[in-house]
């Protein structure tokens, strides 16, 4: 279990290394999952799209620092089980948004079918935040999705975050914007 897990109550919060990602993007999914110990989901649909592995192992290869901040995958604690992956788009300071919001950290998650509605993005979303706000401070977290994904949006109310706008992503096109601010 590397030093740098989040652990919750049923899940380990793993940062993935460019290693992991590359053998994912290449397709070597027996390879990934004997490197991390761990039963990747069924299916292909869990996967993040080439592009955005691409775009992360490039990062995690030029600034290995940045790995605990990157991409972390969401382990079920009891088999061992990859259910999904969360993790943070950029350090506090580095996000487009700080402008608006110094200090703002964004993050997404996604959750392998089998695996929905179980509460494992919510668990996980809370570890996360727990995280950044107990060991470096952050007090604002953005996340964003698309108009259509009410399940998302649902997590977010449950997890206190309200709507503040909208935006176009150059790859997702309109993505509306919610915040939270934690004391």
């Known amino acids: 279990m590397p030093e740098d897990s989040i652990f ?3 899940l ?3 940062p993935r290394t460019a ?6 993007y290449d397709g070597r999914l027996d390879e990934a999952a004997a490197k991390e110990k761990v039963k990747l989901p069924e299916g292909s649909d869990w996967v993040e799209d080439q592009w955005m592995l691409r775009a992360r192992i490039t990062v995690l290869t030029a600034v290995p620092g940045l790995t605990p901040w990157e991409s972390r995958s969401m382990i079920r604690r009891a088999d061992s089980q990859l259910v999904g992956n969360i993790g943070f788009h950029t350090p506090p300071g580095m996000h487009a ?3 608006d919001v110094p200090g703002v950290v964004e993050f997404g998650y996604g959750v392998a079918p089998e695996f929905r509605r179980q509460g ?3 668990e996980a979303a809370r570890g996360l935040m727990g995280w950044a706000r107990e060991k ?3 007090r604002d977290f953005q996340l964003s999705t698309a108009p259509d994904n009410v399940p998302s949006q649902q997590l977010m109310l449950k997890l206190g975050f309200t709507r503040h706008g ?7 096109g309109t993505e509306y914007l ?3 601010r934690v004391s």
């Not at 909208?166 to 997702?172: D, I, L, N, Q």
């Open 97 to 99: 948004f700080e402008k």
């Open 8 to 10: 919750t109550q049923r």
């Open 166 to 172: 909208e935006h176009v992503h150059p790859r997702r």
């Open 12 to 14: 380990e919060l793993r």
């Open 136 to 138: 470096h401070g952050v």
């Open 120 to 122: 494992y993005a919510l």
């Open 19 to 24: 290693q992991f990602l590359q053998a994912l």
């Open 178 to 180: 919610y915040r939270l």
